[in-house]
């Protein structure tokens, strides 16, 4: 399976880094290494000194594809959460100014948090409803974000995504935060949510 990440995917939390409104979606990726699900605990990197979460609703695919149109695109995933994209922003920071890729602030072991997934029933709308999602760091809210605010939605990133990358069954989508990212120390609790269920529970150590 592979985690593919989108990008500048809300106004408020482009501006906030100070970066540009894409024209269309930025794709990056974190491999299976990245993953962490359930109780497996989260170390603080030796390597950063600027570690920030980024809360963002995920999409579990369920279908093998290529080339999928947008009007396709509800069948290839069957399930949905939310996630923290790990990043070290200092070393972010140091690759953009360098022009480099961004895998060593993005891609490292246990940087892809995914909580428990809610399944979505065939044709029921799931595309149309806004998910309504958040993230409180030791119990205070930092990440209050709602889907309808992408500015590409689910349908158009798996429809971009897979013009460029096969879609496989198992793979993850991480869609883009809004603002509100911040950075988080060890014994830090990272609390993410899906209305007001809690999805996902993370300490930093
Ligand atoms: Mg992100």
Redesign the pocket.
């Known amino acids: 399976m592979k985690i593919i990440?989108?990008?500048r995917?809300y106004a408020d939390?482009v501006k906030e880094l100070g970066n540009e409104i894409p024209d269309e979606p930025v794709i990056f990726m974190k491999p299976k290494n990245a993953l962490i699900q359930g109780h497996t605990p989260f170390y603080y990197p030796e390597f950063t000194n600027d570690l920030h979460f980024?809360c963002?609703v995920v999409l579990r695919i369920c279908k093998n594809g290529k080339y999928v149109p947008e009007r396709q695109a509800p069948n290839y995933y069957n399930g949905y959460s939310v996630g923290i994209?790990f990043?070290a922003r200092d070393i972010q920071d140091e690759c953009k100014r360098k022009g480099l890729p961004w895998e060593k602030a993005?891609a490292f072991d246990n940087s892809a948090a995914v909580g428990k997934f809610i399944d979505i029933a065939p044709n029921s709308g799931f595309n149309k409803k806004p998910v309504k999602f958040s993230l409180k760091k030791n119990g205070e809210l930092m990440q209050d974000g709602n889907s309808d605010e992408m500015l590409f939605g689910f349908d158009s990133l798996i429809a971009n995504i897979s013009n460029y990358f096969s879609l496989n069954i198992g793979d993850l989508i991480?869609t883009?935060?809004p603002a509100g990212?911040g950075e988080c120390v060890v014994g830090d609790e990272l609390d993410c949510y899906i209305g007001a269920e809690k999805m996902l529970s993370v300490v930093v150590k």
Request: contains cysteine.
């Open positions: 990440c989108i990008g995917n939390h980024e963002e994209d990043t993005k991480f883009g935060t990212v």
